[in-house]
């Protein structure tokens, strides 16, 4: 995955691009199994052209199924979504351009 035109969007709202960046991550869920999970978190651009973590959007956690699945997943609960979130080496909560 790589960066690309695909990861800008505008913001209906406030007619802002906004940068969607997106991880991979596995963790244990609800129902006891381990499952992968796509987590697309979104990012504004500041006064100073720099991309700042979005506070007002959170993140969107989807499972990874071997069909099309668009759908925030219900299998993790805040505290399961940071437990996945920190036991990969790269999460960081910011990311430096």
Known sequence: MGLG???????????????????????????GKTHTFWVHRFYRCDDNLRFQRDGNLPAIWIQYLNRANHEPTKLLTPRLKANAWAKDSEAEPRIDW
Do not use: C
């Not at 035109?5 to 129902?31: C, E, M, N, Y």
């Open 5 to 31: 035109p695909h990861d800008l969007v505008i913001d209906p709202h406030t007619k802002a691009f906004r940068l969607i960046h997106t991880s991979f991550r596995w963790g244990q869920s609800t129902d």
